[in-house]
C-alpha cells in the first residue's frame, strides 16, 4: 500500500482545512488508518485513527473536539477535517496504515505515506 497525503497549507488561527491521504491497491478496506504529525525538533505524535469499515474512531486529546476523521474505501482516501486551527497545530501531517486499529494508535504501522504541511499562524 502507497500513501500519499494532500491538503496541507498555510491558514491563520481559527482557520480550517482538510486533509486527503488516498492509497493505492485494492486492500484499503482491510487497514485501519490513522493521521499522525510531527513539528519541528519533536517527536512524531498520534492525532486520530479509523477503523476499517468508519464505524469507529479515536482522537488525542488536543483535537477531538475540532478534528474528524473519516474514510471513504470507495476512493481509497482517508480525511482529517481540521476546525478551529490553532498555532500548535503546525506540523507535517502524515497518514498510515495498520491492520490492527490498535497498532495504529501505538504509531506500530505497516505503511507511512509522505506528509502534508500545515502550518497556522497566529
Known amino acids: 500500500v502507497q500513501l500519499q497525503a494532500s491538503g496541507g497549507g498555510l491558514v491563520q488561527t481559527g482557520g480550517s482545512l482538510r486533509l486527503s491521504c488516498v492509497a493505492s491497491?485494492?486492500?484499503?478496506?482491510?487497514?485501519?488508518l490513522g493521521w499522525f504529525r510531527q513539528a519541528p525538533g519533536k517527536e512524531r505524535e498520534f492525532v486520530a485513527a479509523i477503523v476499517r469499515h468508519g464505524d469507529s474512531t479515536y482522537y488525542q486529546d488536543s483535537v477531538k473536539d475540532r478534528f474528524t476523521i473519516s474514510r471513504d474505501n470507495a476512493k481509497n482516501t482517508v480525511y482529517l477535517q481540521m476546525l478551529s486551527l490553532k498555532p500548535e497545530d503546525t506540523a507535517v501531517y502524515l497518514c498510515?496504515?495498520?491492520?490492527?486499529?490498535?497498532?495504529?494508535?501505538?504509531?506500530?504501522?505497516?505503511?507511512w505515506g509522505k506528509g502534508t504541511q500545515v502550518t497556522v499562524s497566529s
Open positions: 498510515a496504515a495498520a491492520t490492527i486499529f490498535s497498532r495504529v494508535i501505538r504509531g506500530d504501522t505497516d505503511y
Open positions: 491497491g485494492r486492500t484499503f478496506s482491510s487497514y485501519s
